[in-house]
């Protein structure tokens, strides 16, 4: 077994930190507040009210709504799902990072640099 060296994780450390660099140098117009508006997602803040609406007065999970299509199953909208131990892992892979700059650049870094980068 190797001996654990810290300057083999130099090169770790550093292009993670680049990468971070990257992610918030590419983002900064969410840090001034400038948000693209996407169609798409104003339809589901307003396909998702009513299973919103039950959830904070009943403090529990709808599983059916009534208001798209005349009835649809909560899931393929906006649950969720307060068991799921995949996104406490995920948030702490993202780095705490807010929605758009996690699936971004650094996503995208953190990924290629494990599967091509790292192999050497």
């Known amino acids: 077994m190797k001996d654990f ?3 083999s994780i130099l090169p770790i450390a550093a292009g993670i930190l680049i990468f971070i660099a990257l ?3 590419y983002f900064t117009p969410l840090t001034k507040g400038k948000v693209i508006v ?3 997602m ?3 803040k307003g396909m998702a009210k009513e299973i919103n609406d039950f959830r ?3 403090h529990t ?3 059916w709504t009534n208001s798209m299509f005349g009835g649809m199953p909560a899931y393929q909208i906006a649950i969720k799902y307060p068991s799921n131990l995949i996104t406490p892992i995920r ?3 993202m780095l705490w990072f807010p929605t758009p700059r996690k699936y971004g650049i650094f996503l995208y870094a953190w990924v290629l640099y494990f599967t091509i980068g790292f192999k050497s």
Do not use: G, H
């Open 5 to 7: 060296n810290l300057k």
């Open 23 to 25: 992610t918030f140098a």
């Open 38 to 40: 996407q169609s798409d």
């Open 42 to 44: 104003v339809q589901n």
């Open 56 to 58: 904070d007065k009943y």
């Open 61 to 63: 999970e709808p599983l």
């Open 91 to 93: 948030t702490v892979f």
